[in-house]
């Protein structure tokens, strides 16, 4: 372990101070017009990055993959996927992102493979061959009469009504918490963990600047594979929560921190769904020696439908009070221990403007704004979505063929054709949760298929093109872009927006989120107010203002009236206390 950091009043890390734009390559810039977006189509928008002056690129993944999970089934973790270039092409984007003063930051996928990788088909193909143990394969708990084998345990996969699969030539079942074809591998194997080591190593060695992790607290299980409780009363839900955060899950990381990470210079978030601040702190716990940051999903959960058979799905708008109080938890628990990763949306997520802003036409912009304001002041790492800077909205398909996401028809299937949802009913709750909201190509004009292809798009566009692109975005000097442009701008020159703590106002109010960043270290005589209206209506409130000498850093109004909040205003003051004579 390192040696233990207290950085409540510390300095910050290297790794702390970027700001983060994630790109989904198939729906970001396609360069050959085959309808899917691509390397050098992302290559030919470093430019427009630059511009809006984020500090790293995450890059979903772009390596080889049959495509059952847009990406996240992997058959080849060292070559890329034919539709989005080559290795070369890779090179490239590298390069000039690295020219451009742009770090890259890759998806490690290693829960699962596709099963079309050569470990698992090696695997499958006898019980003795030597890439077995990658995989998790367990015998049947018994045979039904017609002699059909029963699964393991009752264990329910994101994607499939069982995690379990039956490889008839073996005649055992796999583990798959996801597709049937992404087969989860082995991590109690230690020749599979160096087999994972070595193929990040492989990546930080082209000079990869770090590395997301997909549910990477998955990677451990309960050796005894106990049934799923929730599954057992009845409950419509997968069972990650029955993997998430199992026995060996820490060893595992600090293994992997102590054979690659720590000899790199990286920067690391891990995605860690059914996690607790407690946990948190385990996984990114600045004496730890494991990650640097996480994506929690608490505050994503702030709206998910009460009916636990309908899981995610409904139109349901969040409470403020709640999440406030679960990102006020997350700031207060993780303080001077760990640190956040901050994020309204993600390629998994609705789009942040129609989830908790406004995306009427009257009202997009401006809550946009606020939505940025209020997540790139709080103490973390803000990560921006791409097409968040343009307020893209959600879409509204009405035909489930238009959509592509395999959990969309999974669960239209589900639970439609079960009774349980109607068609219209889902097709709205679709239009306010489903995955395709986010994937839907970035609008970077408003000419034919928005700029984003010459061809057929792979997914149908969101109508809104017309009036929501880059083009116009970049036209407007009072655009969401260049609002976001300014806060990078903002945190890059002030270091309270970093390590600044963090203090909630009035929790309980329902309409406006207030909160302090008050200076440690080098901004030990600064404190920051930030104040939100999260309504359409125009209220009246007054704070107490700290000590110093007050000079309002940024609003998206042109003027401001005090105490008097317009609809959807954010606006940020700066306390400086003047020095003593």
Known sequence: MTEQLDQSTAETQWWQEPVVYQIYPRSFNDSNGDGIGDLPGITEKIPYLAKLGVDVIWLSP???SPNDDNGYDISDYRD???EFGTMEDFDTLLETAHGAGIKIMMD???NHSSDEHEWFQQA???????YRDYYIWKDAAGFTEDGSPIPPNNWVAAFSPSAWEWEPITEQFYLHLFSVKQPDLNWENPVLREEVYELMRFWLDKGVDGFRMDVINLISKDPAYPDDPAVAAGAKTDSLGMAA???RVHEFLHEMHEQVLAHYPVITVGETPHVTTADGLLYTGFDRGELQTLFQFEHMGVDANPDAKLGKWNDTRFKLVDLKR????WQDDLSGKAWNALYWNNHDQPRAVSRFGNDAPEHRVRSAKMLGTVLHFMQGTPYIYQGEELGMTNVFFDDIKDYNDIEIHDSYAKLVSSGTVSHEDMLRYISASGRDNARTPVQWSAEKNAGFTAGEPWLKLNPRYTEINAEEA???EDSVFYHYQELIKLRHANPVMINGTYRLLDAEDEQVYAYLREGNGSS????LLVIANFTDQQIERSYVQPDGEQTLLTSNYTDDEGETLRPYEAKVYLYTQKEEN
Do not use: F, W
């Not at 679960?326 to 938890?329: A, C, D, E, H, P």
């Not at 030990?524 to 404190?527: F, G, K, P, W």
């Open 524 to 527: 030990a005589d600064q404190t």
């Open 245 to 247: 955060n199992g026995p």
């Open 474 to 476: 970049l036209a407007d």
């Open 62 to 64: 772009i390596y080889k």
């Open 80 to 82: 890329i996927m034919h």
């Open 124 to 130: 499958k193909t006898s019980r003795d061959n030597k």
């Open 108 to 110: 490690l996928v290693v």
């Open 326 to 329: 679960i990102l006020s938890k």
